[in-house]
């Protein structure tokens, strides 16, 4: 098992920036490909973006495409997520998770990841 912590939320206006970090401890970090989801309030949890074990592969929802960018340190043990010209409709509790790397593809949907972090608000203000 590997446990998740995130941080880096907070209030941003829009147009702004945030940079979220999803730290691991536990199992090799390196073993696992990892993704960025969000849920706002009364909605279903949505993919963000996913990167494999090596960073050599990425995935990012449309709606984030050329804003958001996910990254990782093996070495640190962390996942980021930069989020730059943010939108209201960004507002949301962003959670990190891992899944144990096994075919190389990059996966988008939740019920493929195993371990979830508790998450971290994200508020974007018109």
């Known amino acids: 098992q590997v446990q998740l912590v995130e941080s880096g939320g907070g209030l941003v206006q829009a147009g702004g920036s945030l940079r979220l970090s999803c730290a691991a401890s536990?199992?090799?970090?390196?073993?696992?490909?990892m993704g960025w989801f969000r849920q706002a309030p009364g909605k279903e949890r949505e993919f963000v973006a996913a990167i494999t074990w090596s960073g050599g592969s990425t995935s990012y929802a449309d709606s984030v495409k050329g804003r958001f960018a996910i990254s990782r340190d093996n070495a640190k043990n962390t996942v980021y997520l930069q989020m730059n010209s943010l939108k209201p409709g960004d507002t949301a509790v962003y959670h990190c998770?891992?899944?144990?790397?096994?075919?190389?593809?990059?996966?988008?949907?939740?019920?493929?990841?195993?371990?979830w972090g508790q998450g971290t608000q994200v508020t974007v203000s018109s």
């Open positions: 536990g199992r090799a970090f390196s073993n696992y490909d």
């Open positions: 998770a891992a899944r144990p790397t096994i075919d190389g593809l990059v996966v988008v949907t939740a019920d493929g990841y195993h371990n």
